[in-house]
């Protein structure tokens, strides 16, 4: 099941969904996430461990306690049960967003 992906393409299979996952296998799943300036994310703690990766946008984040800026081309890591959703969407904020396992909650 290999597949290269566009993330143009991704984001036209949105619609008018903020997320939309283009990957599941056992180990895994995938998705593109899309939050518009001034958007309330309001994601609760996961099950599985999960990494965001901004395609674009800048925002910030909060990771349990701490408050950082976030911006395109960076990396996040959070664990399982942790915390955390964006806040103050300047630019509308693309993230490419893996769980592992696959997401279940």
Do not use: W
């Not at 990771?63 to 996040?76: D, M, N, T």
């Amino acid at each position: 099941m290999s597949e290269v992906l566009q993330i143009a393409d991704l984001l036209a299979r949105l619609g008018d969904k903020r997320y939309h996952e283009f990957l599941r296998v056992p180990a895994m799943s995938a998705g593109i996430y899309v939050l518009p300036p001034g958007a309330t994310d309001n994601q609760t703690p996961h099950n599985e461990d999960e990494i965001y990766y901004v395609v674009r946008g800048k925002a910030k984040m909060r990771l349990g306690r701490e408050e950082r800026e976030v911006r395109e081309a960076e990396v996040i890591f959070v664990e399982a049960g942790l915390e955390h959703r964006f806040f103050d969407i300047v630019e509308e904020l693309v993230l490419l967003v893996i769980f592992a396992p696959a997401e279940s909650s």
